[in-house]
């Protein structure tokens, strides 16, 4: 069973809580990953210089509140979830529910956006991305986060549920992102990730979308610890 990550009734259950979300950020923020993915990309937005920010996707608030702190600048942030919303507003975000394919936001509103993780649930792709370069000014930088395609490659093999489904990912967000930004620069965050024993690859098999309907296919008994390739990458790009 092949599972979309951009099918809106899946989106919607999986975000209207925080605890899957969590055990799968895990694989690029943890102790066991080498490096906090997310560090670049907060130095890409502080290299824009930017006065406001627009984060897409902002989950329960901690990447806006950490770019509200590096940057000073405003921060207005959405979220599909309602859920994920509330999480962002208790931290202070000035957040709300909205659809990155139709932006609540004038053209040229903002000179930053900010996607992580996000663009890849995307159901109309081509139509969000041109409506974060819709919002963002002559000039804007979009930072766009994502994975390769061979992102923990070892534990999907491990439960069999086949190669990365994700639309937007490492191998083809250049190609995607140049129709409407006039120059994307990537840089990739490579490594490993460590896996101390079964007990923990299970738990992450079940909290991932893509995996846990092969939770099932897990052997009773794996090396460990278990080390899958780490493969994230940042997308810089500008309107």
């Given at each position: 069973m092949t599972r979309r990550l951009d099918d809106p009734a899946l989106v919607a259950d999986e975000y209207s809580d925080d605890a899957r979300l969590r055990k799968r950020a895990s694989a690029y923020t943890g102790v066991h990953t080498g490096v906090d993915a997310r560090e670049p990309a907060v130095a890409a937005v502080i290299g824009a210089k930017p006065k406001r920010i627009l984060e897409v996707g902002?989950?329960?608030?901690?990447?806006?509140?950490?770019?509200?702190?590096?940057?000073?600048a405003e921060i207005v942030a959405i979220d599909i979830s309602?859920?994920?919303v509330g999480l962002a507003r208790e931290r202070g975000i000035d957040a709300q529910v909205a659809d990155v394919q139709?932006?609540?936001f004038p053209d040229g509103a903002f000179d930053c956006v900010v996607a992580a993780w996000m663009l890849y649930h995307v159901p109309d792709l081509?139509?969000?991305?041109?409506?974060?370069?819709?919002?963002?000014?002559?000039?804007?930088?979009l930072v766009a986060v994502t994975n390769s395609r061979y992102h923990l490659l070892e534990l999907r093999e491990l439960v069999g549920?086949?190669?990365?489904?994700?639309s937007f990912n490492r191998e083809n967000g250049k190609e995607l992102l140049g129709s409407r930004f006039r120059e994307v620069r990537r840089e990739d965050i490579d490594g490993q990730l460590e896996f101390v024993d079964r007990g923990e690859v299970e738990a992450y098999v079940r909290a991932s979308i893509s995996m846990s309907p092969f939770v099932a296919n897990l052997p009773a008994s794996i090396a460990e610890p278990f080390v899958a390739r780490r493969a994230n990458s940042i997308f810089v790009a500008t309107r």
């Open positions: 902002c989950g329960w608030g901690e990447l806006a509140e950490w770019l509200a702190r590096e940057t000073g309602p859920h994920m139709a932006l609540p081509e139509r969000g991305i041109a409506e974060l370069a819709r919002v963002l000014s002559a000039g804007g930088t549920s086949g190669p990365s489904t994700l």
